[in-house]
């Protein structure tokens, strides 16, 4: 699985666009990118996946740039609820999920 | 909406003892895993099962653990004799190979050893 690198942690005001970066330079050419994310002790939650094109679903938008070196999980409209550590995952599928240390995004009233 | 249950939510147990860990995937998944949290640390990977066995396993699922799919719906995880260390969240999860294999994950079971 490639390497990702992510900030430790963002803060993001309530309301607004929470933009969080991932760095995956190593990335295989059919290996997705995987988002996922854990709020407080609760199970792993998929938020969303991709592999060369953006990507958008109910929770969250997935813009992957053109080298596919990094790409960005971006939450329109932040509430409380997404206060969470994000894990940006590096997968060809059906394996295991490689989980690092992620983003504790803090979401501000 | 579908989702990965797991029972029970607490488990006490005291160290040396068997403890049988319960899931039932999401039906129609074909892959499941398990994956254990120490608290304040990383989720890892203990072991992946399909087509009734195991596909992968992480040095940690050595031969105190085991894994089971008894019955069409559930999906077990024992550990034969439970150490201090064993004590951790167990996460089930479940994926579907025919929508890019996203994996679905239960809440979890918090063992605790003593």
């Known amino acids: 699985d490639a390497k990702t690198t992510q900030p430790t942690s963002m803060d993001c005001a309530e309301g607004r666009a929470a933009n969080l970066p991932c760095n995956h330079s190593t990335i295989s050419g059919n290996e997705y990118v995987y988002w996922y994310r854990q709020i407080h002790s609760q199970g792993p939650q998929y938020i969303i996946h991709?592999?060369?094109n953006n990507e958008t679903n109910e929770m969250a938008s997935l813009i992957i740039t053109e080298d596919r070196k990094s790409s960005t999980l971006i939450l329109p409209h932040a509430t409380l609820r997404d206060t969470a550590v994000y894990y940006c995952i590096g997968n060809f599928g059906n394996e295991k999920l490689t989980f690092g240390t992620g983003t504790r995004l803090t979401i501000i009233p | 909406e579908p989702e990965v249950t797991q029972t029970p939510s607490h488990q006490v147990t005291q160290m040396g003892q068997e403890v049988i860990l319960r899931c039932v995937p999401i039906s129609n998944h074909l892959y499941f895993y398990w994956y254990r949290q120490i608290l304040g640390q990383k989720v890892e990977f203990l072991v992946s099962f399909y087509n009734n066995e195991i596909s992968e396993k992480s040095e940690i699922f050595d031969d105190q653990f085991s894994v089971e799919r008894p019955d069409g719906s559930n999906f077990t995880l024992k550990i034969r004799s439970t150490k201090l260390e064993d004590s951790a969240m167990y996460f089930c999860?479940?994926?579907?190979?025919?929508?890019?294999?996203?994996?679905?994950f239960g809440p979890g079971t918090r063992l605790t050893v003593t």
């Open positions: 999860a479940s994926s579907d190979p025919t929508s890019d294999y996203e994996q679905y």
């Open positions: 991709g592999l060369k």
